[in-house]
C-alpha cells in the first residue's frame, strides 16, 4: 500500500503533467465518492450523502447556484456513474495528448478548467432562458463531459487533419471525431433525457474553438486559471530556485523545472559542436527562455533545444 501511494503521489507531482493530474483528481473522487455511498447508505444515512452531492453538483436554478457558486468548479470533477467517468476519461486522455504536445501542460489545465466553466455557465443560462427547460429547473449536472469537449474541439482545431485509428472504421480525422462528437451527439441530444450534459458540450467545446483562435492571434484567455492556481501553490509550498544564466541573462524556475534548466545546461556544455547557424538557433532560443520562461517555447524550439542538448 505506501509503493502505491508513493507511485501516485509521484505521477501526480511530476511537472508538466497536468492531463495525469486532471484525470487523477476525476478518479480519486469518483472512487471516495463510492466509498461514501457504500458506507453512508448501509448506515443509514442516506441523507448525509444526498447532502455531500447537493455541495458538488452544479445547480441549474440561479438562486441555488447563488449560495453554492463553489460548485461551478466541484462538479467538473464529480461522477457517479463507472461509464459516464470512463469514457470521458478515455477520451481526455486520447485528445488531451495532443494538445500537451502542442501547448504544454498549463495550457491543457486552462482549457479543461474554463471549457468546464463556460459549459456550466452555458446550462444555467439555457435552463432559464429557454421554456421548454423550465419545468427541469433543479435538476443538477454533474461530470467531466463540458472539460472535454474543450479539450477535444481545442485538438481538432490545433491539428484538424491529425487522425486516429479507429475499430472497423481506420483512419479517420479528429476534425469529423470533433464535428460527430458535437452536432451529432450534443446537438441531437438538446430535447432528450441529457439536456443539461449536452448544454454544457456544447459551451465548452465553443471555448475549446476559441481558446485555440486566440491563441493564434497571441492572446491566451485562460491565462488567468494558470496565474491563479500558481499563486495558490505558492501560499502552501516556498520551493527552492534555480538559476541559469546565459549571456548576463538570468532564468529562474521552481525545482519543477529543474529537467528544463538540465536541458539548458547540456545545450550551453555542447556548444563547441555546432556549427555558427546552430548556435545562433540555439541562442535565440536560450534568450527567448531567459525573458519569458520554458513554456514560451514553441513545440518545435522545444525540440532543437533537446536534440542540441544530445549533441
Known amino acids: ?19 495525469i493530474r486532471i484525470i487523477l ?34 445547480p441549474s436554478d440561479v438562486p441555488s447556484f447563488l449560495v453554492k457558486p463553489w460548485t461551478l468548479i466541484t462538479y467538473m470533477f464529480t461522477h457517479t456513474d463507472f461509464f459516464h467517468i470512463l469514457f470521458n476519461m478515455l477520451f481526455l486522455y ?13 495550457k491543457f489545465v486552462n482549457i479543461y478548467v474554463l471549457g468546464g466553466i463556460a459549459g456550466g455557465l ?12 423550465h419545468n427541469q429547473l433543479g435538476v443538477p449536472l454533474l461530470g467531466a463531459s463540458a472539460g472535454v469537449s474543450a479539450i477535444i474541439v481545442a485538438a481538432a482545431t490545433l491539428v484538424p487533419n ?29 430535447d432528450g433525457p441529457n439536456a443539461g450534459g449536452e448544454l454544457a458540450h456544447l ?18 484567455i485562460g491565462a488567468w486559471i494558470s496565474g491563479f492556481m500558481d499563486w495558490t501553490k505558492g501560499l502552501f509550498q516556498r520551493k527552492p530556485k534555480i538559476r541559469v544564466t546565459h549571456k548576463q541573462k ?5 525545482r519543477e523545472d529543474y529537467s528544463h534548466a ?45 536534440n542540441a542538448s544530445k549533441k
Open 94 to 106: 486520447w485528445f488531451g495528448q495532443i494538445v500537451m504536445d502542442y501547448l504544454g501542460s498549463k
Open 203 to 220: 459551451g465548452g467545446a465553443l471555448v475549446g474553438y476559441l481558446y485555440i483562435i486566440q491563441l493564434r492571434n497571441g492572446t491566451d
Open 25 to 58: 483528481i476525476n478518479l480519486i473522487v469518483f472512487a471516495l465518492l463510492i466509498v461514501l455511498r457504500v458506507v453512508l447508505n448501509l448506515s443509514g444515512a442516506q441523507d448525509v450523502y444526498a447532502w455531500i452531492m447537493s455541495q458538488l453538483m452544479l
Open 262 to 306: 538540465r536541458t539548458v545546461k547540456n545545450v550551453k556544455n555542447n556548444s563547441s559542436t555546432r556549427s555558427v547557424s546552430e548556435q545562433e538557433e540555439v541562442d535565440a532560443i536560450l534568450d527567448k527562455i531567459s525573458e519569458k520562461g520554458y513554456e514560451s517555447l514553441s513545440k518545435e524550439e522545444k525540440q532543437k533545444l533537446f
Open 250 to 254: 538570468s532564468y529562474t524556475g521552481s
Open 162 to 190: 491529425h487522425s486516429f485509428m479507429l475499430m472497423f472504421i481506420g483512419p479517420v480525422k479528429i476534425k469529423y471525431i470533433a464535428l460527430f462528437y458535437v452536432i451529432f451527439k450534443s446537438f441531437a441530444g438538446l
Open 1 to 19: 500500500m505506501n509503493r502505491f501511494a508513493e507511485e501516485l503521489r509521484f505521477a501526480f507531482n511530476r511537472p508538466d503533467n497536468g492531463l
Open 122 to 133: 452555458f446550462f444555467i443560462l439555457m435552463y432559464n432562458l429557454i421554456p421548454y427547460y
